[in-house]
């Protein structure tokens, strides 16, 4: 089965800086979402990415996904505290809504 | 715009007392639904997937169920609970279609302790 290791398991920055969060998976990688979640609530929809060299943006969140390294990144810029949760990058097995998750990263952005 | 929308947000429940949580979504039509259970510290665990009214499958066996009696509405229940049955439920929606490809979508989150 495939499996997928983030790094950094958290990371802490101070409000402006800029951090990547990268998602590593053990099979060949087809395609990949990234998620964000706040405790205790759902996960939100953040972008994804379904090609070898592919890169999304939105608003100061990029994604990228290396087919050949069978890695994603997720780069913020200039964070800011409501970027703060849990990033989780997952990908979709071939049964409907299977769903394999990484570990998830904790980011706390300090004001 | 599609929305999702769970209720209820949190609940306390006693062992063996039944369970009612209910997704429904806005939006879009004949989507596929799904109920998903986060344990703590562990991803989430598919419970059920509809692609229509009426049509439920189960991935792990347990004494919870799922019901489509409209379209865009998602119920999942249990007659008696269980500790165990403690987590945070999720449910989501997909377009129909495709296995892969399709984003699937989640509502706010439903946590329920069994007491």
């Known amino acids: 089965s495939q499996e997928l290791e983030q790094s950094p398991q958290s990371l802490i920055v101070q409000e402006g800086k800029n951090l990547t969060i990268n998602c590593t998976s053990s099979?060949?990688?087809?395609?990949l979402y990234w998620y964000k979640q706040k405790y205790g609530e759902g996960l939100i929809f953040l972008m994804m990415l379904q090609k070898g060299g592919e890169e999304k943006s939105h608003e100061k969140i990029t994604a990228k996904l290396d087919e050949k390294k069978q890695q994603s990144s997720l780069h913020i810029t200039a964070s800011q505290p409501s970027h703060a949760g849990i990033y989780l990058c997952v990908v979709r097995g071939t049964s409907y809504g299977k769903l394999t998750f990484g570990q998830g990263t904790i980011l706390t952005v300090h004001p | 715009s599609q929305t999702i929308h769970q209720w209820p947000a949190t609940l306390v429940q006693p062992v063996g007392s039944p369970l009612s949580l209910e997704c429904t979504v806005e939006g879009t039509s004949n989507p596929n639904l799904y109920w998903y259970r986060q344990a703590a510290g562990r991803g989430l665990q598919l419970l059920f997937y509809s692609v229509g009214i009426g049509q439920i499958s189960s991935e792990v066996p347990q004494n919870l169920s799922a019901s489509r009696p409209q379209d865009r509405q998602f119920i999942l229940s249990s007659k008696k609970l269980l500790l165990s049955d403690s987590g945070f439920y999720l449910c989501?929606?997909?377009?129909?279609?495709?296995?892969?490809?399709?984003?699937?979508?989640f509502g706010e989150g439903s946590w329920l302790t069994v007491v």
């Open positions: 989501a929606w997909s377009v129909q279609g495709g296995m892969s490809g399709n984003t699937i979508y």
């Open positions: 099979k060949t990688l087809y395609g």
